[in-house]
Each structure stands twice: as structure tokens, then as C-alpha cells.
């Protein structure tokens, strides 16, 4: 595999992870975003948008805001480390 298809190899997975273990988010792909995916929480504590995860493409990265709620935070840091495991497993892919 080149680089460009292991990219979207680690993204494809992570983003089936993300659907399959977290029914709760709803994934908002615009496309036109910069490269960003949303999941938005369909139910939260709060302010929806002060509770969205951001996933940005190009650098394989999660952020989420500070003051979000404690189990979104907790989820980012489930997530984080799948898309670790799932760094490490398609690097290791000989072409």
C-alpha cells in the first residue's frame, strides 16, 4: 500500500469503529469542512455543539472542547485510542 491508501485505509476503519461502537453520534461529513467529520451527539447534556467531537482527516486527529461533558470526553479518549491501534496495524501492512 502507498501512503495515500493507507490513509484512507485508517480512516475507513476508524470511522466503521466509530459507527458500530458509537450508535449514539451521528457523523456529519460535509466534505466541504477542511478535511473535518463532526460526531454529534443525537442525545447530551448541554449545548449539542459544545459537545461534538471534531475528527480532522489529514492529521488522523480528535479534538473536543474543554467544557464539554465528562462522557464525551470519555468517549474521545476511547476513540483516540482505536484510532492509535488502527495507526499502528495499517503502518504495519507490507504493500
Known sequence: MNKTQKQKEKIKRFLTFVNEVFPNYEIDDCGDDGGRISFVPTKC???????T????????????LNWASAQVKED??????MLNLIKKEVEEIEA
Do not use: A, H, K
Not at 45 to 51: C, F, L, P, T, V
Not at 76 to 81: A, D, L, N, P
Open 45 to 51: 447534556e448541554g449545548w449539542q455543539s459544545d459537545n
Open 53 to 64: 467531537i471534531e475528527f480532522q482527516r489529514s492529521r488522523l486527529d480528535l479534538c473536543v
Open 76 to 81: 474521545v479518549r476511547v476513540m483516540e485510542g
